[in-house]
Nanobody, 117 residues
Framework: QVQLVESGGGLVQPGGSLRLSCAASGSISRINVMAWYRQAPGKQRELVADIFSGVTNYADSVKGRFTISGDYAKKSVYLQMNSLKPEDTAVYYC????????????WGQGTQVAVSS
């Protein structure tokens, strides 16, 4: 069992920055991949970025603006968001994946990010 708690969301103006954090607890040693997803009103949930063994992957819409990082031992993950745009407005969710015994995904409750002038 893994529990995830996100923090760091808020309201910022276009061009501003936010840093999201995800704290994992429970059986964290089995986590293989951690990621950030987001879901805007009226849209499907989409992958923003993920990290596996130090290798990162980003959605085209955030490349060059967002940076994902993590602490392997603690299974904590962060998302530094720069040059924010109104289209980045969404609820951001932390995801942790365990592939042992079959694929299992854990999700946080989400943190709201709003980008508006």
């Amino acid at each position: 069992q893994v529990q995830l708690v996100e923090s760091g969301g808020g309201l910022v103006q276009p061009g501003g920055s936010l840093r999201l954090s995800c704290a994992a607890s429970g059986s964290i040693s089995r986590i293989n991949v951690m990621a950030w997803y987001r879901q805007a009103p009226g849209k499907q949930r989409e992958l923003v970025a993920d990290i596996f063994s130090g290798v990162t992957n980003y959605a085209d819409s955030v490349k060059g603006r967002f940076t994902i990082s993590g602490d392997y031992a603690k299974k904590s993950v962060y998302l530094q968001m720069n040059s924010l745009k109104p289209e980045d407005t969404a609820v951001y969710y932390c995801n942790a994946r365990i592939t042992a015994y079959g694929r299992v995904d854990y999700w946080g409750q989400g943190t709201q990010v709003a980008v508006s002038s």
